[in-house]
């Protein structure tokens, strides 16, 4: 295993099932933007240092607008995480991507509007400046490749790459939204991947996701989304949080427990420190612009007076 690697796995609708991890001990963690969606379990996965989160809680009691994402991927990036595998469920929107299909995403639309999308919103002392983030590449690219490869060593129905279209939530979505999102190019959609996968990138965290698909939303005639259809589907037993053989939940575990195990194998200090140097370099070329704004403005008599913040002071944390 190379440069500390540290696995956090977030569970959405049938992913909460501490047993996929040995050595198993509850963590509760604080941030400085509140709790996490529930007490976190820290164990092994074949060896491996894993922290799992129930991303709706393990009672499954969150609805979507109301998950703390940014306390849950800070919270796991405090315990020292380097990397994130997360499963969602989704509706399809095409097709050939049929229910009990898994998508591993590399592209998201985002429809959400009432949640927090950036840790650099100036409410957090921790979290000074803006930061303006790329999104041409939001998820890992190493990352998703193990994902693919670990689906389809099982030779599970996997489709290499897919956009997410990710709703507020959590009402489904009517028809004629259905209808524009596959005019847009959305291939599934989800209530959960925005801002998630965000927040991992400004943490420089190695995050990838594996879609499981439940229906065809509502674009589909005679194909109309429903909770009891996504549970049916999930194979889930919504009550007790117990898994059932065969299910796709059982399926997605298998999944990243060998993505896991495939990520322990390689190098990845090349890739975390691109990130952070990436990181780094965003925040001070914001900062310069900034800076270059402001003082363009007061050599034309509209800027504030104040004395600007220099880099350096600007972001000892």
């Given amino acids: ?99 009990g299909d898994f998508v591993i995403i590399d592209q998201f639309i985002d429809r959400t509007t009432k949640r927090a999308s950036t840790f650099y919103d100036g409410s957090r002392e921790e979290f000074k400046g803006i930061l303006h983030v790329p999104m041409d590449t939001p998820f890992c690219t190493r990352t998703r490749d193990i994902l693919k490869d670990a689906s389809l060593s099982f030779n599970y129905k996997t489709h290499s790459k897919g956009t997410i279209v990710t709703i507020e939530g959590p009402r489904f979505s009517s028809k004629a939204e259905s209808y524009m999102f596959r005019s847009w190019g959305g291939d599934v959609i989800n209530m959960t991947t925005v801002p998630e996968v965000i927040l991992a990138r400004e943490l420089s965290l190695c995050y990838a996701a594996i879609a499981m698909a ?54 990845w200090k090349e890739t975390l420190e691109k990130m952070k140097v990436i990181h780094y370099n965003l925040q001070r070329e914001t900062l310069e612009i900034s800076l270059k704004t402001q003082n363009h403005l007061l050599k034309r008599g509209r800027g504030a007076t104040n004395k600007t913040t220099s880099y350096n002071e600007n972001n000892k944390q």
């Fill in 1 to 99: 295993m190379s440069f500390n690697i540290k696995i956090g796995i977030i569970g959405g609708s049938g992913l909460s099932n501490p047993e996929i991890l040995t050595d198993a001990k509850e963590v509760s963690v604080t941030t400085v933007f509140g709790p996490p969606s529930d007490t976190l379990l820290e164990g092994k996965i074949e060896g491996v240092p894993c922290v799992l989160l129930p991303r709706h809680g393990r009672n499954h009691s969150i609805f979507p607008s109301a998950v703390n994402f940014r306390a849950n991927l800070l919270a796991l990036k405090q315990l020292g995480c380097t990397h994130v595998l997360v499963s969602t469920a989704c509706g399809s929107l095409r097709e050939e991507i049929e229910p």
């Fill in 214 to 267: 439940t229906d065809y939303d509502c674009w589909k005639e005679g194909d109309v989304v429903n909770v009891e259809r996504v549970f049916a589907i999930m194979n889930f037993k919504r009550r007790t949080l117990i898994f059932i053989d065969r299910s796709n939940s059982e399926k997605a575990v298998n999944v990243l427990k060998k993505a896991v195990v495939e990520i322990s194998k390689q190098d």
